[in-house]
C-alpha cells in the first residue's frame, strides 16, 4: 500500500519504444507494467504521439492512471490514419529533428522499451549527447526478456576496442523490469546530483 503513494526525483520521462508491438507478448505487458510505475509514482509520460504499437499501449495506460502525457508528433506524422490518435496533449512540431529536441526539453529521463530503428535512433541520439555533455539527463534501457541483449553487447565491444571511455559506457542504466529500472535511474540520478 505504501508502494502506491509512492513518489519519484523524475517529473517527467520520455519513453522511446516501438510504433509496433512486437511478436511477443512480453514486450506489451512491460509497456503496461511501466505505465503501471509512472502512474505509481505519479511521472508524466512523453512519447512520439498516437496509439500504435508499443507506443499506443504505454500512453493509454499513463492516461487512464490519471498522470499527464505529452504526445510530440511532427506534422507529417499527424493523420490519424498513420499514427492513430494521441491521447493527452498533442504537441505537433515541423519535423523529425524538432521532435527529438522538444522530447530532451520536456524530459527529465528517458527509457526505451524494446523497438526497432526509430527506437534505436532516438535512443543513440540522447546517449551521444550526454556523451557530449549536451545534457546531463539519465538513460535506461528496459531490457524485457533479454531483448537489449545483443545491442549491450556491442556497447561492451565499443569500450573494449577503444571507441568509448568507461564513463561513456556507463552512461546507460539497464533492469529487467520497470520496477527495477525507475529505482537504479532514480539512484543514478540523486548520485549525479549529490556528486
Ligand atoms: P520504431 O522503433 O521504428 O517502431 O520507431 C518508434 C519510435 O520512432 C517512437 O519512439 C517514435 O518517436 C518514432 N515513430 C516511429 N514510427 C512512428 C509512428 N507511426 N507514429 C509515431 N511515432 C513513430
New binding site residues.
Given amino acids: 500500500m505504501e508502494e502506491e503513494k509512492q513518489g519519484s526525483i523524475f517529473r517527467r520521462i520520455c ?6 508491438s512486437g511478436r511477443r507478448k512480453v514486450f506489451s505487458e512491460a509497456a503496461i507494467e511501466l505505465g503501471d510505475e509512472f502512474v505509481k509514482r505519479k511521472i508524466e509520460l512523453v ?4 496509439s ?2 508499443l ?1 499506443g499501449l504505454i500512453s493509454k495506460r499513463v492516461h487512464e492512471g490519471g498522470c499527464n502525457v505529452i504526445g ?2 511532427p506534422r507529417a ?1 499527424t493523420p490519424n490514419e ?2 492513430g490518435e494521441t491521447v493527452g496533449e498533442e504537441r505537433v512540431v515541423e519535423g523529425m529533428h524538432e ?1 527529438k529536441a522538444s ?1 530532451q526539453r520536456e524530459a527529465e529521463a528517458f527509457i526505451a522499451l524494446p ?8 535512443l543513440l541520439e540522447m546517449i551521444t549527447w550526454v556523451q557530449l555533455g549536451i545534457h546531463n539527463k539519465t538513460v535506461g534501457v528496459l531490457n524485457v526478456d533479454g531483448y537489449y541483449d545483443k545491442l549491450l553487447a556491442l556497447f561492451d565491444n565499443f569500450l573494449e576496442e577503444g571507441f568509448i571511455k568507461p564513463c561513456a559506457r556507463g552512461i546507460v542504466i539497464t533492469a529487467p523490469t520497470a520496477k527495477e529500472l525507475l529505482l537504479k535511474m532514480e539512484r543514478y540520478a540523486h548520485d549525479s546530483i549529490s556528486t
Fill in positions: 519513453v522511446f519504444c516501438g510504433s509496433s512519447y512520439g504521439g498516437g500504435v504499437g507506443m510530440v508528433i506524422l498513420i499514427c521532435r522530447m523497438g526497432g530503428y526509430g527506437t534505436m535512433e532516438e
